[in-house]
């Protein structure tokens, strides 16, 4: 197969790319391998199975399943076939791999679900790796980096939507089991509870364009109809009202638990008093650079020059002694460049506080059970209700949450609170006792 073979110094190599996002986790950018022959067909034979191989190594790594992965392999190299009798040769390929998972026999020849049964095929391995490899069926992952490589979409969106082809790849496995009310139920049964309708939108939108392009390139029949064609995100609650502002209970068992792994995830505890003392994002935090904070004394400054808004562009004070001693431990002797919380690493979107994020949350879990508490937004619900018990005026607190603040005045004509302004509300967001 053309994509699969690669002559060099008169014999045929088996390759394969290893897609960028998972070159990290594979451990290579390529496979590659001698097949130690120059003969084409000889090439063949022995190309499919350490393709499928390595093509395994890369689906685990997405968590696919093995069958559909090596009889996608096959799929390619029978639709690549140079000639009629390499078809033939490769379909030979295909019914012996499938004899092979049958165990008990698989027929040569077979082209349908049907004539498979009425031969005597029953496991189901056989049949859907027979399937998917002469092409009866189609993988739901199949075409998937291909229409993406079509599509001009920004990074972050492509991430979006392959996370949203896992999430459909759990469910289903085929596309041609798909049909509008598989469709409808899976919408109103995993993807709509406890999400936003925008977000169920936006992995509805990956999957209708999909199905586009598999039908306007020919891998569906032009007469099938989107089974996502006219559907929207069923009704449901915004989660994010449900979110809540840790109790002083909550908030000191979480500092407690995230504390007791200081040593393996040195930033983590750091981060955490960060966050219940300032009401940063988690992000911000994470995105903090030794030339961002200012020592003066009794208050450490922190500059955020990055946000999810213009308002989320400001200075905010920190005045509890404890974190304002962890601070100036962390800006002695450092670059101003350098990264105040160095051990973390960026990862998707580029974001410093992607596995941050996952850790910070599965050690919530471990001491608080109700999902309405969430691991880094909880300390901004705290840090505003303190400031609000604390009869902070409303506009100063908008200035230290990074929010908007209301009317043509403040957003326009008002350079924002004075420094003692801040300084004095923040004193209201301290550690939890």
């Keep these: ?49 350490i393709i499928a191989t390595w093509k395994q190594q890369i689906e685990n790594a997405r968590g696919s399943d093995e069958i559909v992965a090596e009889a996608s392999i096959w799929r390619s190299m029978l639709k690549d076939a140079k000639s009629a009798q390499e078809k033939n040769f490769i379909e030979d390929r295909i019914a012996e791999r499938a004899y092979d998972i049958e165990e008990r026999g698989f027929l040569k020849g077979v082209a349908d679900l ?53 999430e459909l790849s759990a469910e289903f496995e085929i596309i041609e089991e798909i049909d509008r009310r598989k469709a409808s139920e899976f919408i109103r049964n995993t993807l709509s509870p406890g999400r936003a309708p925008d977000t ?48 002083e209970e909550e908030a000191k068992a979480v500092l407690e638990k995230t504390k007791e792994r200081h040593g393996k995830f040195p930033d983590d505890f750091d981060v955490s008093l960060l ?103 909880s300390w901004r619900h705290r840090a505003r209700t303190l400031l609000e018990q604390g009869d902070v005026n409303p506009w100063i607190s908008d200035w230290l949450m990074g929010h908007s603040r209301p009317g043509e005045g403040l957003n326009r004509y008002s350079k924002g609170p004075s420094d003692q302004q801040l300084i004095d509300a923040i004193k209201h967001v301290i550690l939890p006792k």
Aim: proline share 4%; net charge positive; with cysteine.
């Design 114 to 166: 049907d004539m498979a049964r009425e031969q005597g095929a029953t496991s189901d391995d056989a049949l859907k790796f027979h399937n998917i490899a002469k092409g009866v069926e189609t993988p739901i992952s199949q075409y998937v980096e291909i229409w993406l490589g079509d599509s001009s979409i920004r990074d972050k969106t492509k991430s979006e939507y392959q996370n949203a082809f896992k």
């Design 1 to 49: 197969m053309a994509n699969y073979l690669l002559k060099k110094r008169q014999r045929w190599y088996a390759v394969l790319d290893v897609p960028k996002d998972l070159q990290e986790t594979v451990g290579k950018t390529k496979f590659m391998k001698s097949l130690k022959t120059s003969d084409r067909r000889r090439a063949l034979a022995l190309c499919g199975p």
């Design 200 to 247: 169920v939108q936006k992995k509805l939108a990956a999957y209708s364009g999909y199905w586009r392009w598999l039908m306007l390139n020919g891998y569906l029949p032009d007469d099938k109809r989107s089974p996502w064609e006219g559907l929207k995100p069923k009704k449901s609650e915004d989660i994010s009202q449900k979110r809540r502002a840790f109790t």
């Design 275 to 377: 966050l219940a003392v300032s009401g940063l994002r988690l992000e911000e935090a994470a995105k903090l650079k030794v030339e961002d904070c200012t020592d003066q004394g009794k208050v450490v400054w922190v500059n955020i020059k990055e946000a999810k808004t213009e308002a989320g562009k400001r200075r905010v004070p920190v005045v509890d002694p404890a974190v304002v001693q962890v601070l100036k431990d962390r800006l002695e002797d450092r670059n101003g460049e350098d990264w105040l919380f160095p051990a973390l690493k960026a990862r998707s979107y580029n974001k410093r506080s992607h596995t941050l994020s996952q850790r910070l949350g599965r050690t919530l879990r471990l001491v608080v059970k109700d999902k309405s508490v969430v691991a880094s937004h």
